[in-house]
């Protein structure tokens, strides 16, 4: 069964700060990989996606990477803004299930 | 282009009442799906359809209908509601079921009492 496990569950850094967000998965025999941000009472808005055969998207301040193998992905946040504070959740498209197996997410505040 | 469009926002119903979410969208998309999304459980998938006419179950059916007559639209019943129901419901749409990206509604808060 595929499970889906993000670290930390919660963050909290000064603004300007690189940060990372990691996302594991158990079974490495996924379609994509999905970012996506959630500010609180709203819907989940998506951030990246990434192909099983791609390594790495990149959009504006974020990059977001897939390691199959491992079974692991980042979202690595460049020059953290308050603007940024969310939850950042991750999901995956397993092959032939036709769902999204999200993580917990990591609930992101970026002081000022 | 609006995007994935839901229906009610808000919701507070009698335990035992029916009543359908509504969720439409306009970018042509042939899959789409509902999830409900509780804390300590994240999200889990409810319905999902592949196209007009096709639906099948995903992990937490019970107690949920739906029905795909159009491309645009996928209503979920509620058949008899309950307390365990009371959720964040969240209508999602892509092009197809892999490979591309999933877009999302803003969501249905229910409150069954």
């Known amino acids: 069964k595929q499970e889906v496990t993000q670290i930390p569950a919660a963050l909290s850094v000064p603004e300007g700060e690189n940060l990372v967000l990691n996302c594991s998965f158990t079974?490495?025999?996924?379609?994509?990989l999905q970012w996506f941000r959630q500010d609180p009472g709203k819907g989940l808005t998506s951030l990246l996606l990434i192909q099983s055969s791609q390594r790495e998207q990149t959009s504006g301040r974020l990059n977001a990477s897939l390691d199959k193998s491992s079974g692991r992905s980042t979202l690595y946040i460049a020059a953290s803004q308050p603007g940024d504070s969310a939850t950042y959740l991750c999901a995956v498209f397993k092959d032939s299930s036709y769902k999204l197996i999200f993580g917990s997410g990591t609930r992101l505040l970026v002081r000022p | 282009n609006a995007g994935v469009t839901q229906t009610p926002k808000f919701q507070v119903l009698k335990t035992g009442q029916s009543m359908t979410l509504q969720c439409a969208q306009d970018?042509?998309?042939?899959?789409m799906s509902w999830y409900r999304q509780d804390p300590g459980m994240g999200l889990r998938l409810i319905h999902y359809?592949?196209?007009?006419?096709?639906?099948d179950q995903g992990e937490v059916p019970n107690g949920y209908n739906v029905s795909r007559s159009t491309t645009e639209d996928f209503p979920l019943r509620l058949l008899s509601a309950a307390p365990s129901q009371t959720s964040v419901y969240f209508c999602?749409?892509?092009?197809?079921?892999?490979?591309?990206?999933?877009?999302f509604g803003q969501g249905t808060r229910l409150t069954v009492v």
């Open positions: 079974d490495s025999a996924i379609y994509n």
């Open positions: 999602a749409s892509s092009y197809g079921p892999v490979n591309t990206e999933a877009f």
């Open positions: 359809s592949v196209g007009a006419g096709i639906t």
């Open positions: 970018m042509n998309h042939e899959y």
